[in-house]
């Protein structure tokens, strides 16, 4: 590891270090290195909100990584789920599709115009793709492979064994309400003919099973265990397709543990010492309090597994619709930068709902990246703030890609926006923005993430379109003070330089600023703050720039705009 990828030590009040030292005692204790697992089914798109369930465990594993010390995070694809229903948008598109619920994930078609071969193939590749780019390593686990392999053969033929103990076991959470809502949640896929809800437990025949085959016959999980012999392992099944048949458990490869009972076995199976889980599992009866009891019939403990909070997406809509209904995290790397995103989950605790925004929030979230990047460079940076901060950049092995030169978001919005697609205009303005920029990839990536974000998720009423005629009868109509106040703007005086000399983001700030306190007798830089009359005054003058310059009451800022408009246009359009 680099010196770039340590966390500093005086960094371990922060939420992700004092994780990473449970995480460890926790392993200690347990006579094991160090597993953090997340558990992903790839049933549709891995959204900004499922995030949460692999930067967690990253983050986590990441900081025992940097400390030198051994450490595995895991992500489990339950890739062997069935597929429960048809999503909107697909059912019409192949008249076909309802046939498959009930499958695996992995025996579904993926959906059209993909080039997987399978659902569950189609959504893990978007998911990962965004992985690797935000610079998360890890060891993925299809549970398809695992249950058509053996792999969990004899787990299998344990908890047959054990049926009635684990029955009793859930049988305590059945009336807790968490247990409830899940038994209606099954009771209406059973309804709708779509067979087990993703929390059945395996009850309600007349002898429980915890395992539930997949028919061999039509594929689907639609099927009743009518007898099972633990001495022979034979064991026979009925399909509502009609297939009945008997076959060997231990050499059987077409079904799975249910999920109450296949999560334990598999804390047990890759030995899990820290796996989180949202809010929905952390409930009594819920699947991760119920695996408290499970876990030890499997010879292992339930994993160290806080809460995470919900994670929303301002914006979803316009970010995600080729995707399926919600944004991924390939979706938000086309309009921010990895360590910003990244920046997001870690600087918040764990137990902290946020949401991931794609409009206008956007710049004002680059705002505060960029003055933590100040206070970093003055040296006037919190210790957490330090510690998020190098989580966002980098991991241990590797530095994610920044930009090198910053400019404000917002203000590379506007430039974008103002130039129109025009790329020497484009490097102007930059230019004149900030004179040190030899070359627009000095801006890179940050300013292809804006120009996306400009041309895909700009709000339609901040986008700006520069007059190119004077608006003579509002011209004619301004009063004294206003023609004033453009005569000050343009040719200076009061201690105000002429236009033209103060051709600078700087310059113009003080231009804009000064014009209404020369008007009042004071200074250009004099400080008002506080000043309601002035800030009215201030208020209306950039509103009659506005409407002469853009037809509207608002726009870009101010000194943007002027740069953009460029000298001979401005004094043309404001009468001169």
């Not at 076959?247 to 598999?266: A, H, I, Q, T």
């Not at 086309?334 to 946020?354: C, I, T």
């Not at 190098?390 to 590797?398: F, S, V």
């Amino acid at each position: 590891m680099s010196d770039a990828t340590q966390t500093p030590a005086d960094v371990r009040d922060d939420w992700v270090s004092r994780l990473a030292d449970e995480v460890v005692a926790e392993a200690a204790r347990r006579g094991t290195t160090p597993v953090v697992a997340s558990g992903l089914s790839p049933s549709g798109v891995i959204h900004l909100g499922n995030f949460r369930e692999v930067m967690s465990p990253h983050l986590v594993g990441d900081e025992i990584r940097r400390r030198g010390l051994e450490v595995e995070h895991i992500i489990s694809w339950d890739d062997y789920d069935r597929f429960r229903k048809v999503p909107a948008g697909i059912d019409g598109v192949d008249a076909s599709w309802a046939e498959h619920i009930g499958k695996p994930l992995t025996a579904v078609p993926a959906p059209p115009g993909s080039p997987h071969d399978s659902w569950a193939a189609h959504f893990r590749a978007q998911a990962e793709e965004g992985f690797a780019a935000l610079g998360i390593r890890y060891r993925g686990i299809s549970q398809t492979e695992q249950y058509r392999s053996g792999a969990y053969t004899e787990q299998i033929l344990d908890a047959m064994r054990r049926r009635r103990e684990i029955d009793a076991i859930l049988a305590q959470f059945r009336t807790l309400p968490a247990a409830k809502d899940e038994d209606e949640e099954l009771q209406r896929a059973l309804d709708a003919g779509s067979g087990a809800a993703t929390e059945d437990d395996g009850s309600g025949g007349a002898e429980y099973y915890p395992y539930k085959p997949y028919c061999t016959a039509c594929g689907t999980d639609l099927t009743t265990i009518t007898a099972y012999d633990d001495d022979t392992t034979e064991l026979s099944y009925t399909c509502a397709c009609g297939h009945a048949e008997t076959v060997l458990l231990r050499e059987f490869r077409s079904g799975k543990l249910v999920w109450k009972v296949d999560w334990p076995m598999r804390w047990a199976f890759e030995r899990v010492v820290f796996e989180p889980s949202g809010v929905d599992h952390q409930s009594p009866g819920s699947s991760f309090q119920v695996g408290l009891e499970l876990a030890p019939l499997f010879g292992w403990e339930r994993p160290y597994g806080p809460m995470y909070a919900f994670v929303g997406f301002g914006g979803a809509a316009k970010m995600s619709s080729s995707r399926g209904g919600a944004p991924a995290p390939i979706d938000a790397l086309q309009v921010m930068e990895g360590p910003v995103l990244r920046w997001q989950y870690a600087r918040r605790r764990m137990n902290q709902s946020f949401d991931v925004a794609f409009g206008s929030e956007l710049q004002r979230l680059y705002d505060e990246w960029d003055a933590l990047a100040r206070k970093l460079e003055a040296g006037t940076a919190g210790a957490a703030e330090v510690a998020a901060h190098a989580r966002a950049t980098a991991t241990a092995d590797e530095t994610l890609e920044s930009t090198p030169h910053r400019v404000a978001f917002r203000t590379l919005a506007s430039l974008v926006d103002l130039s129109t697609g025009d790329s020497e205009q484009l490097v102007r303005l930059v230019r004149q923005v900030d004179s040190s920029i030899d070359d627009l990839g000095d801006l890179q990536p940050r300013l292809g993430r804006v120009e996306t974000w400009v041309a895909t998720q700009m709000p339609a009423e901040e986008r700006t379109t520069v007059r190119t005629e004077p608006d003579t009868e509002a011209l004619a109509a301004l009063d004294a003070t206003q023609r004033d106040a453009i005569a000050l703007l343009l040719r200076g005086g009061g201690g105000l330089p002429a236009i033209g000399d103060a051709w600078t983001i700087d310059g113009l700030t003080n231009q804009v600023y000064g014009v209404v306190k020369v008007q009042r007798g004071l200074e250009p830089t004099a400080i008002v703050k506080g000043d309601k009359e002035i800030a009215a005054e201030q208020r209306a003058f950039f509103t009659l720039l506005y409407r002469l310059l853009v037809d509207r009451e608002a726009g870009p800022r101010l000194p943007t705009l002027l740069l953009a408009t460029g000298e001979e246009r401005l004094r043309m359009l404001l009468g001169e």
